[in-house]
């Protein structure tokens, strides 16, 4: 397994730097009685951080609009995509045991380094998986790395989308079947895929390969917290 590259930070409270948020108006790709769902940019915080610097973020934006919506699941700052919200604390609850006992379907593209090639049969669709345990590395917290003796089980499938010979990158679609901080980020650099972009875990060659983190949010499937009626959005990234 190819070792972490490391990563050289001002702050380990602040890791990944705190761009100016980008204009973004939180109209909704589906709004009903009980949810809300939208497309965040990259370079806007899901929730509020720490400092009067890190309060604008997409739950503010969205509340000023829609004051009852309310908080059930984040993207980190650098990944785009899609965010569902809840209409009330019933809807929240529903939506939040759904997402903890991984009744949520998500999907992802990203942009990585090289061809990544499957370690294993892949299954009837071309998935592979990556399944190596996660824990926090304690050292330069809330960063995360693979440890076999103290990580919590985290499973990752991935398939390739297409690979562009010229410029040494995959593009590929991800679903993490456990819902780890960084599981995407930390899952693809340890197979020596890191994906273009990453301020946090990629080596300086991936990092500087895009301006941002190739990291998107392009699939999101539920059963409507009321009805049961299944549901489905989709995204396409930018990159």
Do not use: N
Not at 3 to 22: M, Q
Not at 153 to 178: F, K, M, N, Q, V
């Amino acid at each position: 397994m190819r070792p972490e590259a490391p990563v050289a930070v001002a702050s380990l409270a602040r890791l990944e730097p705190l761009p100016p948020p980008p204009a973004w108006e939180p109209v909704p790709l589906h709004a009903d009685d009980d949810l809300l769902v939208f497309d965040k940019p990259a370079g806007l915080l899901s929730v509020p951080g720490r400092g009067a610097d890190a309060q604008d973020c997409l739950a503010h934006r969205v509340q000023a609009v829609f004051p009852e919506a309310l908080v059930v699941h984040r993207l980190d700052l650098a990944t785009s995509g899609l965010v569902v919200m809840a209409r009330g604390p019933a809807t929240q609850r529903a939506l939040g045991r759904a997402f903890e006992t991984r009744r949520v379907r998500k999907r992802y593209h990203a942009v990585v380094a090289g061809l990544p090639e499957a370690d294993g049969p892949e299954d009837a669709g071309g998935w592979s998986r990556i399944d190596l345990p996660l824990a926090v590395d304690w050292p330069r917290r809330p960063l995360q790395k693979i440890d076999a003796v103290h990580g919590r089980p985290s499973l990752t499938r991935w398939r390739l989308l297409s690979h562009d010979a010229a410029a040494g990158t995959s593009r590929l679609e991800l679903e993490p079947l456990t819902g780890r901080s960084h599981q995407l980020r930390v899952h693809l650099l340890a197979i020596g895929h890191p994906i273009l972009g990453d301020a946090l875990y990629a080596p300086p060659a991936a990092r500087s390969a895009a301006p941002r983190l190739l990291l998107h949010a392009a699939e999101l499937g539920v059963a409507h917290p009321s009805t049961g009626a299944p549901l489905r959005w989709t995204a396409p990234p930018t990159f």
